[in-house]
Structure formats: structure tokens, C-alpha cells
């Protein structure tokens, strides 16, 4: 049956990637890890401002902030979402079908981006929810939730899941092992940046300011230096559009 129109090609994917267990048990192990993360630094903000050490408190923080702190280990659990959703078919050879369908590798990649992306977005608005839900009670007196900052940290954060998926899924058809692709995303987006930042020397931290970690990271935090948040967005989104254009190059350089 061929799916070579493009709104064929993405219904295809998305019954693909909702058909496969890992899928959901992916969401779930980034739900757990949330819910885990966000309780844990929430724990922690409100210790600080309750043991003897006076010099650590933090005063009061908000939701928002502790939902992005969390995102820095959940990340990691949601990426596999994007990397999945094209390596598992090269581990079991079902891309040859889906390449006999969709003959466009092009058309095939990006459909395969569009329903990563929004799985990946759809998921981090639920892992922000969830996040910010065990986080507020956890703070009591020291936090603070106001409505439209906390909204808008819970979509910052899928949206910024929502391209490090669509990173992973184009570093994994360039790469097509799933244990080399998230080597190199490790690399990508913590070593290698903070090997970078270790020395503390300026231009190697500005070198580090436009890995995708570093520059998902001032995004969500709202920085104006060194550039600003939008910044760190296109960014990441560059970093995102160039491991497509990886991925979509090798896959009509190589056989599947």
C-alpha cells in the first residue's frame, strides 16, 4: 500500500510509533523521571531554606524554575522517543518496507520529524504538568507558581523537548545504531560543551554557547547573555534541521 502522499506518509508514522510498546513505556519512564527530578529539587530548595546554613538559602523559587532544572536529566528518557522512531526500524529491517512505500527518503524523514516533534511536544506538556504538580506542594512556603510563568515554563520545556526528539531522530538515521547515536547526543549536548566550559576561557565558552544543550538551556531560562533566549531557541532548532539534513543525506547515499 503506498503512502507516498505526505499526509499519508505522517498517518503511517504515527501509527507506527503509537503501535510500538517503547513508545509508551518511554512516556512512562519520562513521566516517573519527572515526577522523580522535580520532587527531589523541590526537596532540596526547601532545605536550603530551612537547615542551619545560612549561607545557602535560596528564599522562595518558582515552579517554573524547578521544572527546568528537572529537564536537564529527563531529557534524556525523552530523546530515546525521536531516536526510536528510526533506528528500531534499521534493527529490525522493517525500513525497507516503509521505504517501498514511501520511496521519498526526504518525505519519509520528515514525517517521521512531524510526529516526533509532536509526540515529543504533547509529552513535555504532560511532564511539565506533572512536574510542576508534585513540585508546588513540595515547596510550600518557599515556592511560587504564578499562572502564566508556569504555563509558559511548561511549554518552553516541550518545545525544547520537542526539538532535541527531532535532534535524536536525525542523528539516528545518519547513524542508524542507537547505542552510537546517543554517544554522540551525549557528547552533543553535555561532554563535550562542558569539557569546553571547564577551563573557564572565553572563547571556549563562547564555542560552548552554541552546542545545543547550552543553547536549549539559556532558552529555558530566559537569559539575555550571552544571547538572547530566542536565540538559544533557533539554535537548537538549527542543531535540529541540520541532523535531519544528516540523516536525510545519508539515507539517500546508503541502502536501507
Same mark, same amino acid.
Given at each position: /500500500?503506498?503512502?507516498?502522499?505526505?499526509?499519508?506518509?505522517? @498517518?503511517?508514522?504515527?501509527?507506527?510509533?503509537?503501535?510500538?510498546?517503547?513508545?509508551?513505556?518511554?512516556?512512562?519512564?519520562?513521566?516517573?523521571?519527572?515526577?522523580?527530578?522535580?520532587? !527531589?529539587?523541590?526537596?532540596?530548595?526547601?532545605?536550603?531554606?530551612?537547615?542551619?546554613?545560612?549561607?545557602?538559602?535560596?528564599?522562595? +523559587?518558582?515552579?517554573?524554575?524547578?521544572?527546568?532544572?528537572?529537564?536537564?536529566?529527563? !531529557?534524556?528518557?525523552?530523546? @530515546?522517543?525521536? &531516536?526510536?522512531?528510526?533506528?528500531?526500524?534499521?534493527?529490525?529491517?522493517?525500513?525497507?518496507?516503509?521505504? !517501498?512505500?514511501?520511496?521519498?527518503?526526504?518525505?519519509?524523514?520528515?514525517?517521521?520529524?512531524?510526529? $516526533?516533534?509532536?509526540?515529543?511536544?504533547?509529552?513535555?506538556?504532560?511532564?511539565?504538568?506533572?512536574?510542576?504538580?508534585?513540585?508546588?506542594?513540595?515547596?510550600?512556603?518557599? #515556592?511560587?507558581?504564578?499562572?502564566?510563568?508556569?504555563?509558559?515554563?511548561?511549554?518552553?520545556?516541550?518545545?525544547?523537548?520537542? &526539538?532535541?526528539?527531532?535532534?535524536?531522530?536525525?542523528?539516528?538515521?545518519?547513524?542508524?545504531?542507537?547505542?552510537?547515536?546517543?554517544?554522540?547526543?551525549? $557528547?552533543?549536548? /553535555?561532554? +563535550?560543551?562542558?569539557?569546553?566550559?571547564?577551563?573557564?576561557?572565553?572563547?571556549?565558552?563562547?564555542?560552548?554557547?552554541?552546542?545545543?544543550?547550552? @543553547?536549549?538551556?539559556?532558552? &529555558?531560562?530566559?537569559?539575555?547573555?550571552?544571547?538572547?533566549?530566542?536565540? %538559544?531557541?533557533?539554535?537548537?532548532? %538549527?542543531?535540529?534541521? @541540520?541532523?535531519?539534513?544528516? #540523516?536525510?543525506?545519508?539515507?539517500?547515499?546508503?541502502?536501507?
Amino acid at each position: /500500500m503506498s503512502t507516498s502522499t505526505r499526509g499519508g506518509a505522517v @498517518a503511517a508514522e504515527g501509527t507506527k510509533l503509537s503501535s510500538v510498546p517503547s513508545t509508551w513505556w518511554t512516556a512512562l519512564a519520562g513521566l516517573l523521571v519527572m515526577a522523580a527530578s522535580a520532587g !527531589q529539587l523541590a526537596i532540596y530548595a526547601a532545605n536550603d531554606n530551612t537547615n542551619d546554613d545560612p549561607t545557602d538559602d535560596r528564599g522562595i +523559587v518558582t515552579v517554573g524554575s524547578v521544572l527546568i532544572d528537572s529537564v536537564e536529566l529527563t !531529557q534524556y528518557v525523552v530523546l @530515546a522517543l525521536g &531516536l526510536l522512531a528510526i533506528t528500531a526500524e534499521f534493527t529490525s529491517g522493517t525500513i525497507r518496507t516503509t521505504l !517501498q512505500c514511501t520511496p521519498s527518503r526526504g518525505r519519509v524523514l520528515l514525517a517521521k520529524a512531524a510526529v $516526533a516533534g509532536t509526540v515529543t511536544f504533547a509529552l513535555g506538556l504532560l511532564l511539565g504538568g506533572v512536574g510542576a504538580l508534585v513540585a508546588r506542594p513540595v515547596l510550600g512556603e518557599w #515556592g511560587s507558581a504564578p499562572v502564566a510563568g508556569t504555563i509558559g515554563d511548561i511549554v518552553a520545556v516541550a518545545a525544547y523537548l520537542a &526539538l532535541i526528539g527531532v535532534l535524536a531522530l536525525g542523528l539516528g538515521a545518519a547513524l542508524r545504531n542507537a547505542v552510537l547515536t546517543i554517544t554522540v547526543l551525549l $557528547a552533543t549536548l /553535555m561532554i +563535550v560543551p562542558l569539557s569546553l566550559q571547564e577551563p573557564d576561557i572565553d572563547v571556549l565558552n563562547r564555542i560552548a554557547d552554541v552546542f545545543p544543550g547550552v @543553547a536549549g538551556a539559556h532558552f &529555558l531560562a530566559g537569559d539575555t547573555e550571552p544571547y538572547p533566549s530566542l536565540v %538559544g531557541l533557533l539554535l537548537l532548532a %538549527g542543531w535540529a534541521g @541540520a541532523a535531519l539534513l544528516l #540523516g536525510r543525506a545519508a539515507l539517500r547515499r546508503r541502502d536501507a
